[in-house]
């Protein structure tokens, strides 16, 4: 099936640094949604982009959809313990089905007071 | 809070035994998604319904598993006849008009021994 790689898979940080990871498919995206998951809990949306080139901030949280389509990348800006989680890219794939959205395996990221 | 809900969180089965579990959408949302996720991996998809109309199913969704929302607010998932590859985290999402932005629920964790 389609698949988006996302990168690195872990990361371990001390706080205050700045966080960048990003997803890349073979396959073009009509959108791109930054979601993090705490351990036991659903993913909560971080940041929604919906046309290609745009870029988005939510507080520390920058994400960008490509402008191929085809990969988005999301920074986080000055580190804090609360960081801590896993941080998923996911998208809708162009022409392909109106309710799937396709998930990366995740990137964990540990924050070091 | 007016977010997406599950009931339960939890849920422990033998082998065999049928499950079923409950999902609140945000009350203006006339679409709902169910996925399946497993440790270390990223949601995947298993179906969605427009109002009342189940309108995608993945092949992830064997016939041992079925879905309802028969008044186009709350869904039920059940699982019949459980087995160990069915434990995994249950998560409902919703979504107001297109696919766009998906917010998910808290998940129901099941175990099935």
């Known amino acids: 099936g389609q698949q988006l790689n996302q990168s690195p898979q872990s990361m371990f940080i001390q706080e205050g640094e700045d966080v960048s990871m990003n997803c890349t498919s073979s396959?073009?995206?009509?959108?791109w949604l930054w979601y993090k998951q705490d351990p036991g809990e659903g993913p909560v949306l971080l940041i929604a982009l919906y046309k290609a080139g745009e870029l988005t901030s939510n507080g520390r949280l920058t994400a960008q959809f490509g402008i191929t389509r085809k990969d988005s990348f999301l920074n986080i800006s000055a580190s804090i313990p609360s960081d801590v989680g896993i941080y998923f890219c996911?998208?809708?794939?162009?022409?392909?089905?109106?309710?799937?959205?396709?998930f990366g395996k995740g990137t964990k990221l540990s924050v070091k007071p | 809070d007016t977010g997406v809900s599950q009931d339960p969180r939890h849920k422990i089965t033998k082998r065999g035994q049928n499950v079923t579990f409950r999902c609140d959408p945000i009350?203006?949302?006339?679409?709902l998604y169910w996925y399946r996720q497993t440790l270390g991996q990223g949601p995947e998809f298993l179906t969605y319904?427009?109002?009342?109309?189940?309108?995608?199913k993945s092949r992830l969704l064997s016939d041992r598993f079925s879905a309802e929302r028969p008044k186009g607010s709350f869904s039920t998932l059940e699982i019949q006849r459980t087995e160990q590859g069915d434990s995994a985290m249950y998560l409902c999402?919703?979504?107001?008009?297109?696919?766009?932005?998906?917010?998910f629920g808290p998940g129901t964790r099941l175990l099935v021994l």
């Open positions: 396959s073009i995206f009509n959108t």
């Open positions: 996911a998208g809708q794939l162009s022409g392909g089905s109106q309710g799937n959205l396709i």
């Open positions: 319904f427009q109002n009342e109309a189940q309108l995608e």
């Open positions: 009350s203006e949302h006339n679409r």
């Open positions: 999402a919703s979504s107001l008009g297109g696919p766009g932005t998906q917010y």
